[in-house]
């Protein structure tokens, strides 16, 4: 999207930490005005400032969007007193786990929300957000959020609020999972002989292309992995013991994947 549509109203950011700060870094390196972006957090980064964002000053009265990036636990304290941009003219856009629509209409009962589940590769242009919108959001105000998370990677539409916290434990919290990946990789390969720096310089690169390879074509994943797989080969090796129907990566990620899932809906609100 053209983010200069919102340099007009101006966006409010409340809570610029890491999903806050993540977002707020792709919107500025594709075209937000630092002048109508406004920070609102009790301890802001000095890099804010030094880009030339509005911090804990004077936010617009209208602006076209607040974004809600606080965590959960935070949520209440926190929305009663944002209140007065709950009139209708503004987007609400919440990227929190667990909280609800109905308790953000609560305190918005005038305004289009937006859930939004994003993940910290916004920085760079490369998230991946799920929306789901209330009955006061609009088709203007779901491209408007779509629009707004697009500038920082791909949206997905849900038909229903509550895949969000299934979201929350796929791609929301998957970053970690990956970079986790990583580390496990760059341990291993210090155990089977390789410096420590060679072994991170290996795992980071080979993670960060199989994934660009993976989006890159339509080839599906599995073909993607036959690819590499030659018959009684190493990687067939490797395979036998990460595809183990009991002990491998699949049951192990359809664990944590569930916990973190399970974890969104107790931080339910
Ligand atoms: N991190 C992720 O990958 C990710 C992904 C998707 C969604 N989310 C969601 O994003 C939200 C923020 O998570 P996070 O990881 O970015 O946490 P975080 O780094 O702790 O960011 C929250 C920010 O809000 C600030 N804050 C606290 N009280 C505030 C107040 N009254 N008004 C304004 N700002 C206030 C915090 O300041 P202090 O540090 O000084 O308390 C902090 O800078 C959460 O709801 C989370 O569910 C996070």
Known sequence: ??????????????????????????????????????????????????????????????????????????????????????????????????????????????????????????????????????????AAAMDLAAALMGAVGQVVQLDDEAQIDAVTGLSGSGPAYVFHLIEALAEAGVAVGLPADTAMTLARATVAGAGALALSGDETPAKLREAVTSPAGTTAAGLAVLMDPDAGLRPLIARTVAAATDRARELAQ
């Open 1 to 138: 999207m053209d983010l200069a549509k919102l340099n007009d109203r101006g966006l409010v950011l409340v809570g610029a930490g890491k999903m806050g700060g993540a977002l707020l870094d792709g919107w500025l390196a594709r075209g937000l005005d630092p002048a109508s972006a406004h920070v609102i957090d009790p301890k802001p980064d000095p890099r804010w400032a030094a880009r030339g964002v509005n911090v804990n000053a004077d936010p617009p009265a209208d602006p076209a969007v607040l974004v809600l990036a606080v965590k959960p636990q935070m949520m209440g304290d926190v929305l009663p007193t944002l209140a007065a941009w709950g009139q209708g003219r503004t987007l609400v856009v919440s990227v929190a786990a667990g909280t609800r629509i109905k308790t953000l209409e609560s305190s918005f009962p005038a305004a289009p929300i937006v859930r939004a589940m994003p993940n910290t590769p916004a920085a760079i242009g490369q998230g991946i957000t799920a929306v789901a919108g209330n009955a006061r959001a609009d």
